[in-house]
T-cell receptor
Framework: DAMVIQNPRYQVTQFGKPVTLSCSQT?????MYWYQQKSSQAPKLLFH???????NEADTPDNFQSRRPNTSFCFLDIRSPGLGDAAMYLC??????????????FGNGTRLTVT | AQKITQTQPGMFVQEKEAVTLDCTYD???????LFWYKQPSSGEMIFLIY??????QNATEGRYSLNFQKARKSANLVISASQLGDSAMYFC???????????FGQGTTLQVKP
């Protein structure tokens, strides 16, 4: 089945130690998104790629970076995780192209713990 | 700017009864899409239903229906015949034609009582 896969499901990192979360998709979608979701809150968009074009949200901290080496893969790099970065990180994809009727397909998320 | 508002932090419903989850929105985009997602405690985000701003009829998907009132800028989700497995967090979300980004409301936690 075509899907969005996030690895790992759970990630523990130390304060200040760089960490990378990965996302892959078999849907061949143009757009890939990274959301941060803290407990009992709405997902917050960090950035998204439309093909190779990177779009950063204005309030996304510089500590968060992303890479998309090809259509299928997208990575979230947290350069120096702080305790406040502990959250669920959700990757999603969509067809894009201005098609606002295209639902986002989400992965199962990576729950990040910072010790 | 776009904004989604869900004013019910938590809701209870008796099994087999219907429940309405409220959602209002604000946007200046000429066209937009409205979505509802379900998020169980396991964390995955499950797409439930979509309504386009130019759709004449309210969307329905099985036990889910969307009560779309464009003039009032509301897009309430109706779940009929609630089941225990419906207990989850529900998010209303919107994509505008200009921004192309999906933004979420604050969510409503639904608990279905046996």
């Amino acid at each position: 089945d075509a899907m969005v896969i996030q690895n790992p499901r759970y990630q523990v990192t130390q304060f200040g130690k760089p960490v990378t979360l990965s996302c892959s998709q078999t849907l061949n979608h143009n757009v890939m998104y990274w959301y941060q979701q803290k407990s009992s809150q709405a997902p917050k968009l960090l950035f998204h790629y439309y093909d190779k074009d990177f779009n950063n949200e204005a309030d996304t901290p510089d500590n968060f970076q992303s890479r998309r080496p090809n259509t299928s893969f997208c990575f979230l790099d947290i350069r120096s995780p702080g305790l406040g970065d502990a959250a669920m990180y959700l990757c999603a994809t969509s067809r894009g192209g201005g098609l606002h009727n295209s639902p986002l397909h989400f992965g199962n998320g990576t729950r990040l713990t910072v010790t | 700017a776009q904004k989604i508002t869900q004013t019910q932090p938590g809701m209870f419903v008796q099994e087999k009864e219907a429940v309405t989850l409220d959602c209002t929105y604000d946007t200046s985009d000429p066209s937009y899409g409205l979505f509802w997602y379900k998020q169980p405690s396991s964390g995955e985000m499950i797409f439930l239903i979509y309504q386009g701003s130019y759709d004449q009829q309210n969307a329905t998907e099985g036990r889910y229906s969307l009560n779309f009132q464009k003039a009032r800028k509301s897009a309430n989700l109706v779940i009929s015949a609630s089941q225990l497995g419906d207990s989850a967090m529900y998010f209303c979300a919107m994509v505008g034609s200009n921004t192309g980004k999906l933004i979420f409301g604050q969510g409503t936690t639904l608990q279905v009582k046996p």
